[in-house]
């Protein structure tokens, strides 16, 4: 009874094991794909914003700022599709004799529970990997956002009515300036 109970539960393990391997694989697809997608948008982005201080008039500035941030962030996404080191929950046949070749005796329980460790410690080191992606398109993320608020700071503040009160406030306190 006690062998069957054993065999059972070595036989969840390892299912588990293989479940959660598949939802974090799942989840670093997920994040594999708003990175291109982001990466499209704020190489869009960039590239108008770029190309407007190039030969606009107006707001140089801003423009300037926006696509100097906009391409960061582009270059942030680009990292988190950049291939990512993967570790495989399936062991190649020597590796799996290697993590067999100790068993006093061969014990199915005792061979699938090895196998599940090795497959949760491969999802523990992709873990790893899928946070640091994450991590990487939240701050390709906030630099887009720092780019956009930034450049509409400097678009307030090189506007003709801002440069008007500025030149009027200098002029008050120092007189004949401009």
């Not at 036989?11 to 094991?17: D, G, Q, T, V, Y």
């Not at 291939?83 to 100790?102: C, G």
């Not at 390709?140 to 500025?166: C, D, E, N």
Request: net charge neutral.
């Amino acid at each position: 009874m006690a062998d069957d109970y054993e065999l059972w539960l070595a036989k969840e393990k390892r299912a588990l094991a293989d479940a959660r391997y598949a939802e974090i694989a799942t989840t670093l697809e997920r994040i594999k794909s708003r990175a291109a997608s982001f990466l499209g948008w704020s190489l869009t982005l960039s590239s108008a914003s770029i190309a407007y201080a190039v030969k606009g008039s107006d707001f140089k500035q801003a423009a300037w700022c926006a696509g100097a941030f906009l391409t960061l962030s582009a270059l942030y996404s680009l990292r988190v599709l950049r291939s990512t080191n993967w570790l495989s929950k399936n062991a190649a046949t020597h590796t799996v004799d290697l993590l067999l070749e100790d068993l006093s005796e061969a014990k199915e329980a005792t061979a699938l529970n090895r196998l599940a460790d090795a497959t949760h410690a491969a999802n523990e080191d992709n873990i790893e990997f899928l946070e640091r992606d994450r991590a990487l398109l939240r701050k390709s993320w906030l630099l887009a956002l720092l780019g956009v608020v930034l450049s509409a700071f400097l678009a307030l503040l090189f506007s003709q009515p801002a440069l008007k009160l500025g030149r009027h406030v200098i002029e008050s306190y120092l007189p004949g300036c401009f």
